[in-house]
């Protein structure tokens, strides 16, 4: 089954699973991440997002067939990658895929797996990156990890919610950056996880005696942080790629410091509610609230961002920056016929420097649609295409997986 349908789509997977990685974030530290059980922070988003599908084999009385089973299969997927966003323009790339069980006739756990990629862009863009999901006999314990490197240019308007169009710098830096996430399943739909990040930001090159000057940003001569902290994650959702029905709530927090190597103190917090309502027949309302909030001294690429591939669409990555921000977004899924649908999809936001300034002053909105190619029915595993305005802003996405 797997070989069957890699035959079928390694042209479609080669050109989406760079948006697989939500390539414009992986370039930065964690702005607007979150760690479901199923996937990593929208930053590395390289977990069952790559999950290829596995079907389990149902035993029936007489004679079986000589099948192998799935979870005795381990597949190695190499290909090249043409792509298309807001943040790099065209991208050109490799990336390899592997699937794995790490114990035989385990098929009752979910498949781990492993991938490593290397991007460059139009824009002098440059990404590598080793990313996996290790999924242990019963998943009583579950491994996400990533190590990158990435040669960034980027661009950047100042902070806060007031920060005008006319603004618009480009700067670039380098970074490295570890994330380990190992978890725990304490109860059912229960985790507990520890998570780990270290990040080193270099060669840094702006305007001087410009935006970066005149706000004091914090970081711009390049940096080192590094933090440990915990997550918590209760999730009923029924399908990691498109759920249907079902819950998820989570919470995290990372704590940088000193003793750990970091040059910079503070922590980051993160909520993030989804629920998924079946309204009418295989027509599904999806609904996320998002909230990232930050104290003490956050460098740049650690602050909260507002835009990108999967949230308020239509918005360049980071085009508004703080140290907190609050997100409220809703998409209606409707499928039209065989493997096509349609999708609306509307969301409001701010970011402001403390909790009181995420309020309807200068309110952000995004609105759109898009369209869903089912590349894999059974797993409601879609190829996503999106076109999202914002206020002076739009923007075109093409990605594998639903935005949340």
Known sequence: MLRRYFRKTPYILGLCIHFLLSFDLLAQKDSTGVIPVEQLPDHIKLPDNIKLPVKVPVKLPGKQPSVQSPANLRHILVLPIIARSIETGWSFGIVSASTFHLKAHDSATRTSNAQ?????????????????SIYFPGERFILNEQLSYSSF?????????SAPDSNKES???????????????????????????????????YDRDKLFDKEDI?????????????????????????????????????????????????????????????????????????????????PLRSLAALGGANSMRGYYAGRFRDKNQGVLQAEYRVPIVGRIGVVGFAGFGNVGPELKDINFEELKYSYGGGVRIALNKAEKLNLRLDYGLGQHSQGFYLQLGEAF
């Open 153 to 161: 240019p980027d661009n950047f308007w100042g902070l806060g919610k």
């Open 218 to 298: 914090v970081g711009r001569n390049g940096y080192h942080i590094s933090g440990m902290g915990l997550s918590f994650t209760f999730d009923t959702r029924n399908n990691a790629f498109s759920p249907s029905k079902g819950t998820m709530m989570q919470f995290w927090f990372d704590h940088f410091m000193p003793f750990m190597g970091s040059d910079y103190q503070y922590t980051s917090y993160v909520v993030d509610v989804r629920r998924f309502l079946r309204i009418y027949k295989d027509q599904i309302l999806a609904l996320q609230a998002y909230g990232m909030f930050t104290a003490g001294e956050v």
């Open 116 to 132: 490593a990629v290397a991007l460059y862009t139009t824009r002098s863009q440059f990404v590598a990156a080793l990313n996996g």
């Open 171 to 205: 700067y670039k830096f380098k970074q490295y950056y570890v994330y380990l996430h190992p978890q725990r399943r304490i109860g059912s739909n229960l985790f507990l996880g520890v998570v780990f990040e270290h990040q080193r930001v270099f060669n840094v090159e």
